[in-house]
């Protein structure tokens, strides 16, 4: 599987119990929908192993699983700090007009003006909506997911126009 196929979902924080469970943190909207996925990559540095999931449960402070072949504490704790990964081409499709942030970073990002901000390296969650973080030549810009200021999304062309002034 190639690193670009697939989209990191959070990472392994500690070993939890003695029969190779695994506490992680999942960097998803929803905690559990990490455990939709069957088959999970870990890894560090770029080189990831794939994991059949046996077993997950939410617990009040996250996530914890049982990975296939990791059976003991030790196991389990040699896991620790990799990151979890799924291959993009595994997530449910999406409805019009909605799209997963994995799908939206790296876009390039240009205003009506054909001014190019640059490209978005992050989101974040503020509650009332979504924010897209674009780094580029005129600096950090933040701007909300919301239709008053994104005009066109274009996922096959990686583009994203925006109705938004460089004085902003």
């Known amino acids: 599987m190639a690193d670009s196929e697939l989209v990191n979902m959070g990472f392994v924080k500690a070993a ?3 029969k190779g469970w695994i506490k992680l943190s999942a960097q998803t909207e929803y905690a559990d929908s990490l455990l939709d996925f069957d088959t999970w ?3 560090k540095n770029n080189e ?3 994991f059949t999931l046996s077993e997950g449960k939410v617990v009040p402070d996250g996530l914890v699983a049982k990975l296939a072949g990791i059976d003991d504490r030790e196991a389990a704790h040699n896991l620790k700090g990799f990151t979890i990964a799924v291959p993009r081409s595994e997530f449910a499709p999406v409805e019009e007009g ?3 942030w994995a799908d939206l ?3 390039q990002v240009s205003t009506l003006d054909n001014i190019i901000l ?4 992050d989101l974040m969650q503020t509650g009332a909506h979504d924010v897209l973080v674009i780094h580029g030549e005129h600096g950090q810009k933040l701007i909300p997911f919301v239709g008053a200021y ?3 999304v274009n996922t096959e062309n990686k583009t994203i126009l925006v109705d938004w002034g460089l004085d902003y």
């Open 105 to 107: 970073i790296g876009m």
């Open 48 to 50: 990831f192993t794939a």
């Open 150 to 152: 994104i005009h066109e």
């Open 41 to 43: 990559y870990l890894g």
């Open 118 to 121: 640059g490209q978005v390296v």
């Open 16 to 18: 939890f119990g003695v």
């Open 98 to 100: 909605e799209y997963y």
